[in-house]
């Protein structure tokens, strides 16, 4: 699975979210908790359904290859017992925006998950982490604004300030998402 999103927060806010277990465990579905297990180490909780399949999973995360504030490796394992394991790694990158304002946030994540949710099909588990990663970017979207009210009153006027869109020309998706958090997201799912 691979994407970016607009951010209209700077690289920097969107950095220090990502690396914020409370802003990560508010914004990861079903997530109920995000400790420090030691130096770029986490213990996860996340509670997930897919399909017939629902559980608790729990694991770890670790952080690698960082390079401040601009992109770091997520490897992570996710156990949740008969319903199945979930591993794997995610690249995530910030860069400025190319339009002056906010960042640009670039994941790309390699899974592969056992036990019973490897029997309910690859499109069944891609749907529920597409949807799981649209929901975290919602949600992080939604605590961005809250945490940076300044950073979307400037994208607003920035918008209202540009022409409209050519027509059948497509209009930029400001679906919130946070590298790690994206990660995250998409791993949690994947992990279950």
């Not at 995360?61 to 997520?74: A, E, G, R, V």
Request: glycine share 10%; with cysteine; net charge neutral.
């Amino acid at each position: 699975m691979q994407g970016s999103r607009a951010l209209a927060i700077t690289q920097q806010q969107a950095w220090d979210a990502l690396n914020n277990p409370e802003v990560l465990k508010t914004c990861i579905p079903g997530c109920d908790k995000v400790e420090s297990t030691g130096p770029n180490q986490y213990a996860v909780g996340v509670a997930v359904k897919i399909g017939p399949v629902a559980a608790k999973f729990n694991g770890k995360i670790t952080l690698s290859d960082i390079n401040p504030p601009n992109s770091y490796t997520i490897t992570f394992d996710g156990q949740g017992g008969a319903a199945g394991f979930g591993k794997g790694n995610s690249q995530v990158s910030l860069a400025p925006s190319q339009e002056g304002s906010g960042c640009v946030l670039s994941y790309t994540v390699h899974a592969s998950v056992g036990g019973k949710i490897a029997q309910l099909g690859q499109r069944l588990i891609d749907g529920v982490a597409k949807s799981m990663a649209e929901d975290f970017f919602k949600r992080f979207d939604d605590e961005m604004q809250r945490q940076h009210p300044e950073a979307y009153a400037a994208a607003a006027k920035v918008e209202a300030a540009s022409p409209p869109p050519a027509a059948g020309a497509k209009v930029p998706v400001w679906a919130w998402a946070v590298g790690a958090a994206v990660v995250l997201a998409a791993i949690w799912l994947l992990a279950r």
